[in-house]
């Protein structure tokens, strides 16, 4: 069974960065969009970001509204990861974060709801403070 594993959350301050990873140990990602949602407390669900496979395309990619121009997705198959490169934090980007993929598409649909996905990240927690 294909597990996505996240890392690099932890506490910065407002105005700072931080770069998450995303891989999947002992599965290839290369031929496997990867979608970033976020979750905070009380709230639903957010998709923030997608990043379609770049074997035999040119690997398109979606930012919601929330994060576009501050955060980054990209890839690096030689080393089987997704990253987000969240710049420009703020208060209001705490939430949990979650790498998703569909075995079943190469490509992004856009920002999607996470009911879509079914092989999921444990999630890594993000903390900006004020």
């Known amino acids: 069974q294909v597990q996505l594993v996240e890392s690099g959350g932890g506490l910065v301050h407002s105005g700072g960065s931080l770069r998450l990873s995303c891989t999947a140990p002992?599965?290839?990602?290369?031929?496997?969009?990867i979608h970033w949602f976020r979750q905070a407390p009380g709230k639903e669900r957010e998709g923030i970001s997608c990043?379609?496979?770049?074997?035999?395309?040119?690997?398109?990619?979606y930012y919601a509204d929330s994060v576009k121009g501050r955060f980054t997705v990209s890839r690096d198959n030689a080393k089987n990861t997704v990253y987000l490169q969240m710049n420009s934090l703020k208060p209001e980007d705490t939430a949990v974060y979650y790498c998703?993929?569909?075995?079943?598409?190469?490509?992004?649909?856009?920002?999607?709801?996470?009911?879509?996905?079914?092989?999921w990240g444990q999630g890594t927690q993000v903390t900006v403070s004020s």
């Open positions: 002992g599965f290839n990602l290369d031929y496997y969009h």
């Open positions: 998703a993929t569909d075995l079943n598409r190469s490509n992004c649909q856009g920002i999607v709801s996470g009911r879509y996905y079914d092989v």
């Open positions: 990043i379609s496979s770049d074997i035999g395309s040119i690997g398109s990619i």
